[in-house]
């Protein structure tokens, strides 16, 4: 299976979130055990920014991106979000 451009692009911003979510983490402005743990709050970033996108295209937000890149985008995010809270 190959991975169109829309979905390479939503799998980088997959890793953005997660790395933005580490270094927040990091810093002390997201619990790690709160009522959102970090990576629900990149599940929740991956979701809005597929909306947002869908809507400034007009197109539909379930068309923009399958589903193989959505599973991938969310594990490239997570595993980003425990590289960064460790190394960072």
Known sequence: MRL???ELLFVALGA???AV???A???GLVARDGAFPPFV???LGL???ELLFGQATG???GTLVGMPARFL??????CVLLLGERYV
């Open 16 to 18: 953005l979130l997660g």
């Open 41 to 43: 709050i990149v599940l």
């Open 4 to 6: 169109s451009r829309n």
């Open 73 to 78: 985008a969310f594990v490239v995010g997570v």
């Open 21 to 23: 979510v580490a270094c």
């Open 59 to 61: 197109r539909s937000p």
């Open 47 to 49: 979701g809005l920014a």
């Open 25 to 27: 983490a990091k810093a």
